[in-house]
């Protein structure tokens, strides 16, 4: 339980920066560049990840692993999508606390579906996190970097379902006995089509390719990288304990693109993110114990 804890406290901090950067460069390039990009970067990191960890694995095509698998990548791939129409048409300290809110549906899932167990104070303690991340996103209007806040709001909706689902389905294919290599080596396999669809895209239409920035690079980098601790969070913690953790990236989200993109914080809105704080530090004690 401590690994897993240690890694969803690692993946706090990839996706919290990841998605700051991620959100600077979706509102300045145009989305097939952004796709192209994205899927491209993934296909990579997944794939080297896989082959690193496991080069036995390299050639292997195992039909039914495939199918197994093919409920994560799909929600993961999907929610690649999603996650950009959220952050271009909405503010990042809006929709962040609401695709972070996945482990209201994980908890659900977990107890329901997976069996396992939590402590009375442990889901409090995420009930609290859940409802101050959504109270975060309570407030939100139309500005220059918010052309369309409730398509934002829709899509951040349709992402955390996505993350939740995906969650439960990866944990559950641990327990069936399949490796974090066997997801992402197929994982990178379809990132790699999904990305040349996009080039493709950029090629028939009047789109050019632009020339991979350091923005670019890390922008469409530093998430997957946090996925990839994610899987391994999951492999070792309880997800009901590994979700709530690693949704803190939220908190961290919020006050860095405030400050990236000089957006105001309010005082209801600084009560949340303490109460998220202060509940994920005792939930990790209470992991921890």
Same mark, same amino acid.
Not at 69 to 75: A, G, R, T, V
Not at 92 to 112: C, Q
Not at 190 to 203: C, D, E, K, P, Q
């Given at each position: ?126 009930? %609290? ?12 209007? /139309? ?13 951040? %909706? ?103 993109? /000089?957006? /105001? ?25």
């Amino acid at each position: 339980m401590i690994l897993g804890i240690t890694f969803a406290v690692i993946v706090a901090l990839f996706w919290a920066f990841g998605e700051i950067k991620y959100s600077k460069i979706s509102k300045k390039i145009d989305s097939p560049n952004v796709y192209f990009y994205q899927y491209l970067t993934r296909g990579i990191i997944y794939t080297v990840v896989a082959l690193i960890f496991n080069i036995g694995i390299f050639g292997k095509f195992v039909v039914s692993d495939f199918l197994r698998l093919l409920p994560i990548i799909m929600c993961d791939l999907i929610g690649s999508y999603v996650i950009n129409k959220s952050v271009k048409n909405g503010e990042l300290s809006s929709v962040s606390p609401i695709m972070a809110a996945y482990p209201i549906v994980d908890i659900i899932l977990g107890i329901l579906l997976l069996r396992e167990s939590v402590g009375l104070l442990e889901l409090i303690l995420v009930v %609290v996190i859940s409802i101050s991340i959504i109270v975060l996103a309570a407030n939100t209007e /139309k500005t220059k970097y918010a052309p369309h806040p409730i398509w934002g709001i829709i899509f951040a %909706v349709i992402y955390m379902f996505l993350t939740a689902f995906s969650s439960y389905f990866e944990k559950d294919a641990y327990l069936s006995n399949l490796s974090v290599y066997d997801l992402y080596y197929y994982k990178g396999m379809v990132y790699f089509i999904a990305s040349m669809f996009f080039l493709t895209v950029v090629g028939v239409s009047k789109v050019k390719l632009k020339k991979p920035t350091k923005d670019i690079i890390l922008g469409t980098a530093i998430i997957p990288i946090g996925n990839v601790f994610y899987s391994f969070a999951l492999k070792f913690g309880n997800m009901m304990i590994v979700t709530p953790v690693s949704s803190i990236y939220s908190v961290i989200s919020n006050i860095g693109s405030r400050r990236v993109l /000089k957006e /105001k914080i309010t005082y209801l809105e600084r009560i949340c993110i303490a109460l998220i704080m202060i509940s994920t530090f005792t939930l990790i004690i209470c992991g921890l114990l």
